[in-house]
Structure formats: structure tokens, C-alpha cells
């Protein structure tokens, strides 16, 4: 009895984990991750010439790649001087627009997990205001902040990113998901992001190097692209498991009386 019960339980869990298409939204994710964060992060860093790290140096520190991995993906992006220099209104304009969309990708992404109705279209608002956080957010990230060289580095690093994904999750919901239901998303997130850094020193820093040498930069890209598809993945799927371990706790916890 106690074992058909368990794999009761077993399958609405993976009807949840289907139900949230996360692959499919993964692969969206990348899509408009290519077209967004990667742009953004270039002018962000490019945003301070003085003494930030160049953008390719932050994404190769991102991906946890070594030296030479590095050095490949330094070939394909100019220097932040020259990024800020090149860079036109209308470009800044098309990249407002496509991080909007990025933002609603993302929303909808939650809503599915937490089976909510989509908000209502005065909420875009939410949008604007989360996509100037992740702008303030990765400009910090980019100017070489002090506890870099720190003993305390991974810890400020993973407590800064949990409360943005915390937040983020909040906002996008409109609020309608406790504080409380949402932390374990947040925290699975980031020690998810967490794993693809190591995944990344062991996988992706020799595919690097392997795809520069028979596909040229064109090889990078393909494997940068890749990246930011694991990162989807950790994103929402970070966010369903919290949901499912917030449903266990709940099925846990007695009813009052």
C-alpha cells in the first residue's frame, strides 16, 4: 500500500515536471538570452571603461572556463571601449525591447509552474522594473566588486544571486505567490547555477576549445548557446522544484484544529 502511494505521489510529480514544458522554455530562454544578455552584458561592462572587466573575461568567469576557453571567446567580442563607442540609440532601443520580452518569457515560465493566469496588461510595468534590476544587477557584477578577491567571494556571490531570484520571482507573480513558497526556487536556482559552473570547468571548457578549432568562432557561439540553454534549464527548473518541495511541505504540515 505504502509503495503504490509512493508512486502516486512519484507520478503528479513528473506530470508537474512535464506539465511545465521546461525544456521547450529552455530553448526559448536561450533564444532570447543570445538576443538579450549577451548584448546587454556587453554594454553594460562597456559601461565602465575605467575599471571594469572586459565582457568576455566576465563571461568566461561566468562559465568557469579556463584560460584558454577564455581566450577563445575573447575573439569574438570587442573591447568595452570600442563596445561603448559603437553603440547607437536605436540599438538600445532594440535591446530595451527585446529584454521586455525577455522579462514576459519569464513570467510566463513562473506562471505555468505555479499554475496562475497570465497578469493583466497594465501589469508590464513589472517588466520595466525587473529589467533595471538585472541591469543594476550585472553592472555589478562587471566592475569587479570587492569582496571579488575575497575569501568570502562564493558566499556574497550565491546570497546576492538567491535574494535577486527571490525578488524576481515576486515581482514577475504580481505578488500573488508568498515570500515564503518562493525562497526554496530561489535557493535551488542558485546552487543550480552553482552545478553548471562546475559542469562548465569539466564540459564546456574543452568543447570550447575543440569546436574553436573545427568550426572557428562560429564553434564558440554554438557552444555559448548551449550554455545559456543549461541556464534555462536551471532557471525554471530551479523555480519547479521549489514549488514541488513547497507542495511537500504543505502536504506535511497539519491542518489547523
Do not use: C
Not at 532601443?93 to 514576459?104: M, Q
Not at 535574494?163 to 515564503?180: D, E, I, K, P, Y
Not at 559542469?199 to 569546436?211: D, G, N, Q
Amino acid at each position: 500500500m505504502r509503495s503504490t502511494y509512493r508512486r502516486a505521489r512519484a507520478g503528479r510529480r513528473w506530470v508537474r515536471v512535464r506539465e511545465a514544458e521546461l525544456w521547450q522554455r529552455s530553448l526559448g530562454f536561450a533564444a532570447l538570452g543570445f538576443l538579450t544578455l549577451v548584448p546587454l552584458l556587453v554594454v553594460v561592462s562597456a559601461a565602465n571603461t575605467a575599471g571594469g572587466e572586459e565582457f568576455a573575461q566576465w563571461l568566461g568567469d561566468g562559465l568557469g572556463v579556463s584560460p584558454a576557453a577564455r581566450a577563445q571567446i575573447a575573439d569574438l567580442f570587442a573591447l568595452p571601449g570600442q563596445a561603448w563607442r559603437t553603440t547607437t540609440a536605436f540599438g538600445l532601443a532594440l535591446l530595451a525591447v527585446f529584454g521586455l520580452s525577455f522579462g514576459t518569457m519569464l513570467q510566463a515560465g513562473y506562471e505555468k509552474i505555479w499554475d496562475l493566469p497570465p497578469t493583466r496588461w497594465w501589469a508590464k510595468w513589472r517588466h520595466v522594473v525587473w529589467l533595471a534590476a538585472l541591469v543594476g544587477f550585472l553592472y555589478l557584477s562587471a566592475i569587479t566588486p570587492p569582496w571579488r578577491e575575497s575569501s568570502a567571494r562564493g558566499v556574497v556571490t550565491v546570497a546576492i544571486g538567491t535574494l535577486f531570484f527571490w525578488w524576481s520571482q515576486r515581482l514577475l507573480l504580481g505578488g500573488r505567490v508568498a515570500w515564503t513558497a518562493l525562497l526554496p526556487g530561489a535557493v535551488a536556482t542558485m546552487l543550480g547555477l552553482l552545478g553548471l559552473r562546475v559542469f562548465s570547468r569539466f564540459v564546456f571548457s574543452p568543447l570550447i576549445a575543440s569546436s574553436a578549432v573545427t568550426y572557428g568562432p562560429f564553434g564558440t557561439v554554438l557552444v555559448i548557446q548551449s550554455w545559456l540553454v543549461g541556464v534555462g534549464v536551471v532557471v525554471f527548473g530551479g523555480a519547479l522544484a521549489g514549488r514541488l518541495v513547497h507542495d511537500e511541505l504543505l502536504r506535511r504540515t497539519p491542518p489547523d484544529g
